[in-house]
């Protein structure tokens, strides 16, 4: 594309004097063949970086979105959800577009700028000089710009991130808004947030208008002035018209080409604000490791609490663990209970490796924890949550979630030891029904069931049943409780709040205020008159049918 101007002015010269039919014939398939080379590698050369761009984006995101969920849980909690979907989307999108496409962009500007150099000093070096006034010019107001563009991109992404997480938490509370009638009040807060964003985008183009308006005075006093001098140089006869039009073309293009250098500099500059973010998530390294090792051929299953003093990363002040010892045996059963925020869920996060203790140690048939091989450890300690989490997949792919290879009667069987079986295959297509995103189309005591059906068809060494079955009916909960009870060798951890689950533990452990305080079977606790026995006489006296304590 180079060479379109420069023979421009030769058809020009040959037009403006003698005319030489093979010389002119020449010039126009030159032009011809260079402006049909210069369509065919730009198409190839755009083309080439498309695919680059897409397949850097998907490979950028599919990498950040691996990184994420390697983060430790006190990384989630302190990150708000609309960030980690704002990097996630929009920034690795930016990225790559800026890696991919301004590289493209950057990479032909440069080099036509370079040849375009050359063919005006061939053409006129008095008039290249005079050209080069207008780059200083040009600089200064681009890195004015610059300063206070680049500012105003990280305030919008940020404000943009801002709104993504209202609006993800609005519709994931929606049925807690639509309870308030809190509506319109959280349609006001987004406007708001919307407003911010748009306040800020305002700034933004009024910076870039004024950037482009002082811009374009700048090229055309530059003009103006080449004009003129171009014209005492011909009339002298230092150079024809018609190399003075190629010069003019030249220089037009030459202005183009070094707004686009300095715009696409600037635009990679601006999108490192996105690449930092992306990158630091990258690169970040998760202080809960999961590169344990070792995989026993056998497990016992015996659970051992090794004075763990614990606070949450949030609240290094404040501990809500301190000194915590006591056991979980194979082929027991062992109840943890307490007022609430004495710290039980706090030991089961522990247990599943959500957080580290800041001192003592959980042990494994004698050996930390955080010496097993992740997948290993998990598939061996199950937990089962009060409000279990399910997936928009199938009864049974959330049944075997996380297994590589799970056989349909394993599924069913599991089912069948969580008392699941039965309404599973009355629903419309039976395993394979959607539950919904959530979990939203059944109810809260089919996905308990659901989910201890997902923890037993792991056939697990130590089962967590962390109210479990506080959403199920008595005659379900018995059920369930003898299923588990045929599986001699597993240890089971059980948070309860119905007291018949806690009478027939083989050992209770009260927590009160983040401390062991009372340990023993059910009538030695009652017994002992302490902490146990003051909850249990409180909640019979409410009329509350057993509950030793719920958190």
Same mark, same amino acid.
């Given at each position: 594309?180079?060479?379109?101007?420069?023979?421009?002015?030769?058809?020009?010269?040959?037009?403006?004097?003698?005319?030489?039919?093979?010389?002119?014939?020449?010039?126009?398939?030159?032009?011809?063949?260079?402006?049909?080379?210069?369509?065919?590698?730009?198409?190839?050369?755009?083309?080439?970086?498309?695919?680059?761009?897409?397949?850097?984006?998907?490979?950028?995101?599919?990498?950040?979105?691996?990184?994420?969920?390697?983060?430790?849980?006190?990384?989630?909690?302190?990150?708000?959800?609309?960030?980690?979907?704002?990097?996630?989307?929009?920034?690795?999108?930016?990225?790559?577009?800026?890696?991919?496409?301004?590289?493209?962009?950057?990479?032909?500007?440069?080099?036509?700028?370079?040849?375009?150099?050359?063919?005006?000093?061939?053409?006129?070096?008095?008039?290249?000089?005079?050209?080069?006034?207008?780059?200083?010019?040009?600089?200064?107001?681009?890195?004015?710009?610059?300063?206070?563009?680049?500012?105003?991109?990280?305030?919008?992404?940020?404000?943009?991130?801002?709104?993504?997480?209202?609006?993800?938490?609005?519709?994931? $509370?929606?049925? =807690?808004?639509?309870?308030? *009638? +809190? /509506?319109?009040?959280?349609?006001? !807060?987004?406007? @708001?947030?919307?407003?911010?964003?748009?306040?800020?985008?305002?700034?933004?183009?009024?910076?870039?208008?004024?950037?482009?308006?002082?811009?374009?005075?700048?090229?055309?006093?530059?003009?103006?002035?080449?004009?003129?001098?171009?014209?005492?140089?011909?009339?002298?006869?230092?150079?024809?018209?018609?190399?003075?039009?190629?010069?003019?073309?030249?220089?037009?293009?030459?202005?183009?080409?070094?707004?686009?250098?300095?715009?696409?500099? $600037?635009?990679? =500059?601006?999108?490192?604000? *996105? +690449? /930092?973010?992306?990158?630091?998530? !990258?690169?970040? @390294?998760?202080?809960?490791?999961?590169?344990?090792?070792?995989?026993?051929?056998?497990?016992?299953?015996?659970?051992?609490?090794?004075?763990?003093?614990?606070?949450?990363?949030?609240?290094?002040?404040?501990?809500?663990?301190?000194?915590?010892?006591?056991?979980?045996?194979?082929?027991?059963?062992?109840?943890?209970?307490?007022?609430?925020?004495?710290?039980?869920?706090?030991?089961?996060?522990?247990?599943?490796?959500?957080?580290?203790?800041? $001192?003592?140690?959980?042990?494994?048939?004698?050996?930390?924890?955080?010496?097993?091989?992740?997948?290993?450890?998990?598939?061996?300690?199950?937990?089962?949550?009060?409000?279990?989490?399910?997936?928009?997949?199938?009864?049974?792919?959330?049944?075997?979630?996380?297994?590589?290879?799970?056989?349909?009667?394993?599924?069913?069987?599991?089912?069948?030891?969580?008392?699941?079986?039965?309404?599973?295959?009355?629903?419309?297509?039976?395993?394979?029904?959607?539950?919904?995103?959530?979990?939203?189309?059944?109810?809260?005591?089919?996905?308990?069931?659901?989910?201890?059906?997902?923890?037993?068809?792991?056939?697990?060494?130590?089962?967590?049943?962390?109210?479990?079955?506080?959403?199920?009916?008595?005659?379900?909960?018995?059920?369930?409780?003898?299923?588990?009870?045929?599986?001699?060798?597993?240890?089971?951890?059980?948070?309860?709040?119905?007291?018949?689950?806690?009478?027939?533990?083989?050992?209770?452990?009260?927590?009160?205020?983040?401390?062991?305080?009372?340990?023993?079977?059910?009538?030695?606790?009652?017994?002992?008159?302490?902490?146990?026995?003051?909850?249990?006489?409180?909640?019979?006296?409410?009329?509350?049918?057993?509950?030793?304590?719920?958190?």
């Amino acid at each position: 594309g180079l060479f379109v101007p420069y023979y421009t002015g030769q058809v020009i010269d040959i037009l403006g004097s003698q005319y030489d039919q093979r010389i002119f014939l020449f010039a126009i398939f030159c032009m011809c063949a260079t402006s049909m080379g210069s369509s065919i590698a730009a198409g190839v050369r755009g083309g080439l970086f498309m695919f680059t761009m897409s397949r850097l984006n998907k490979r950028i995101r599919s990498q950040l979105f691996s990184s994420l969920v390697q983060q430790e849980i006190a990384f989630f909690d302190a990150t708000k959800t609309g960030d980690i979907t704002s990097r996630l989307s929009t920034d690795t999108a930016l990225m790559s577009r800026s890696v991919a496409a301004n590289a493209n962009i950057l990479l032909r500007s440069l080099v036509n700028t370079l040849g375009i150099i050359y063919f005006m000093f061939s053409l006129s070096w008095k008039l290249t000089l005079l050209i080069f006034i207008e780059s200083p010019l040009t600089i200064l107001i681009q890195k004015m710009y610059n300063r206070y563009h680049m500012r105003l991109v990280l305030q919008v992404q940020d404000s943009i991130a801002r709104s993504n997480q209202l609006a993800g938490e609005i519709v994931s $509370s929606i049925k =807690t808004v639509r309870s308030f *009638a +809190a /509506e319109d009040l959280e349609s006001e !807060l987004f406007e @708001k947030k919307l407003q911010e964003t748009h306040q800020l985008k305002n700034k933004r183009d009024l910076v870039t208008a004024v950037y482009l308006l002082c811009h374009r005075l700048a090229q055309l006093l530059t003009q103006v002035v080449m004009l003129y001098c171009g014209q005492l140089l011909v009339s002298d006869g230092q150079m024809t018209s018609g190399n003075l039009i190629a010069f003019i073309l030249y220089q037009m293009n030459f202005g183009d080409y070094v707004r686009t250098l300095i715009h696409m500099w $600037s635009e990679m =500059t601006h999108s490192v604000g *996105a +690449a /930092e973010k992306v990158f630091e998530y !990258l690169d970040r @390294k998760p202080s809960v490791r999961t590169d344990g090792t070792l995989v026993p051929e056998s497990l016992q299953g015996h659970l051992e609490f090794k004075d763990v003093t614990f606070s949450y990363p949030a609240k290094p002040d404040i501990q809500v663990l301190q000194d915590v010892s006591f056991e979980v045996r194979a082929g027991e059963v062992t109840a943890l209970v307490g007022p609430s925020g004495g710290g039980k869920t706090t030991c089961v996060s522990l247990l599943q490796r959500f957080y580290e203790p800041q $001192s003592g140690h959980i042990l494994l048939d004698g050996r930390p924890i955080k010496e097993y091989e992740h997948k290993y450890y998990h598939s061996k300690v199950a937990l089962v949550g009060q409000e279990p989490t399910l997936f928009a997949l199938s009864v049974r792919d959330n049944i075997r979630y996380g297994l590589d290879h799970c056989p349909q009667a394993d599924v069913a069987a599991a089912a069948q030891s969580a008392s699941a079986r039965d309404f599973i295959e009355r629903m419309d297509q039976g395993f394979d029904t959607d539950v919904g995103e959530a979990g939203g189309q059944i109810s809260a005591g089919q996905k308990q069931r659901i989910a201890i059906a997902r923890a037993l068809v792991r056939q697990p060494r130590i089962l967590v049943l962390d109210e479990a079955t506080s959403s199920l009916d008595t005659h379900t909960e018995l059920s369930i409780q003898q299923a588990l009870a045929r599986e001699p060798a597993a240890a089971a951890l059980v948070i309860a709040h119905r007291l018949k689950t806690v009478q027939r533990a083989d050992r209770i452990v009260v927590l009160e205020g983040g401390r062991v305080v009372e340990r023993g079977t059910h009538s030695q606790l009652m017994e002992l008159g302490g902490c146990y026995s003051r909850m249990v006489l409180r909640q019979f006296t409410n009329g509350e049918q057993g509950a030793a304590g719920g958190e």
